[in-house]
């Protein structure tokens, strides 16, 4: 028997809670790949991300062609906190925490509505923000169907008549007064460079396991050691780990400039440019997490990316259970070596 002790309920109040997980650190490009990585566990192949325009009214949609969710599903996984982040997990799940699908829309909107096509035909739940703050018992009003108006919005998924669609509304920390159609679009070219570098080995090859769309073109995949390249000086032998099964190393060295056309030497200094992008790329279950970092490493006085090393890449394989090992965090954004 466990010693009881005195104790209350304490659980928080929900508008509160909601609106500090906004401050998580997401950007629309991470929160984005965030949604996208429930679509991969969920088996699809064809993800459809829309930048729809309508000033204030703007949203976003991601739209998959997986498994979807049954109505008990999808309650659970609107829930925050439901599923144990210490819970063993298949081996091609790209989730952990229980949490993203949550917070990485709400770093980005007001109104989040879910809608999926599983088991149980089309079920829709939706969280909005204004909702909560407006509701005095600080409850968590988790709302049924479509918002009042946004029910066409929807309509996409019920044509397609399997999988889920995630519609993020009320859009306040992408469309603050000012807001163009051409930031809207230059975010959109955003997303679509970081989502062509996060899920590049997903999208690779003549047969890709995923296709991405953003508004309607595919989006094409950004391969950071510029495999196969002729000007590459050697192809690199992958390292495995002695004991550990998955975890693998391999490391490269870019063609130098010469090598390249100018087109080539542009698109492969990658979305922050050759030098920022030297270091270690680290993959989880094939989905990058980081894209060029020394890791901290060094002793006495930490690497620091230099000139010198611009055209060194390092791939890092590691799998989902070796994530408390490797620390990563709720934004799938950062990872520390063991
Ligand atoms: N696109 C989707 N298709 C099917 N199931 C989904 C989808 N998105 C989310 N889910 C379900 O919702 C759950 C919660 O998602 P999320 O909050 O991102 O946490 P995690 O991915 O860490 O489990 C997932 O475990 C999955 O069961
Ligand atoms: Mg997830």
Redesign the pocket.
């Known amino acids: 028997m466990p010693t009881t002790f005195k104790s209350r309920n304490a659980p928080p109040k929900a508008s509160a809670m909601v609106e500090a997980l906004r401050g998580l650190g997401y950007n629309t490009q991470t929160a984005l790949a ?2 996208i ?3 991969i ?2 088996g ?1 192949s064809e993800v459809r991300v829309e930048f729809v325009w309508a000033e204030t009214e703007s949203r976003i949609i991601c739209l ?1 062609n ?4 049954s109505a008990a ?1 999808l309650d ?2 609107m829930r925050l906190g ?2 144990n982040p210490l819970e063993e997990r298949s081996k091609s ?12 829309s709400f770093s980005q909107c007001r109104r989040l509505t ?1 809608s ?1 096509v ?1 088991n149980d035909g089309m079920q829709s739940l939706r969280w909005d923000l204004d909702y909560l703050a407006n509701s005095p018992d600080g409850g968590w009003h988790l709302l049924e169907g479509s918002h009042p108006g946004s029910e066409k919005l929807l309509e996409p998924l019920s044509d397609a008549g399997k ?2 669609l ?1 519609l993020w509304e009320d859009l306040d920390r992408i469309i603050t007064p000012g807001s163009t159609v051409q930031d809207f679009l230059n975010l959109a070219d955003k997303v679509e460079q970081h989502l062509g570098m996060v899920f590049h080995r997903y999208l690779e090859g003549s047969r890709p396991r995923l296709r991405i769309f953003l508004n309607g073109q595919p989006i094409k995949p950004w391969d950071p050691f510029l495999t196969d390249h002729p000007g590459k000086p050697y192809n690199p032998p992958a390292f495995k780990h002695p004991s550990i099964q998955g975890i693998e190393a391999e490391c490269h060295v870019l063609p130098h400039k010469d090598m390249l056309s100018p087109d080539d030497f542009e698109r492969m200094g990658g979305p922050e440019g050759w030098t920022a992008q030297q270091g270690f790329y680290v993959y989880r279950n094939e989905r990058l997490l980081l894209a060029g970092s020394w890791l901290g490493l060094g002793t006495g006085r930490s690497w620091t990316k230099d000139e010198a090393h611009r055209l060194a890449r390092i791939r890092i394989d590691i799998p989902n259970s070796a994530d408390a090992d490797w620390k990563i965090d709720i934004r799938k954004s950062t990872a520390r070596p063991p």
Do not use: C, Q, Y
């Open positions: 965030d949604i990585d429930n679509s566990s969920a699809a998959d997986g498994i979807g969710m599903g659970i996984a439901e599923r799940d790209l989730g952990r925490f229980g949490l993203g699908l949550k917070t990485a879910v999926t599983g999988g889920t995630v």
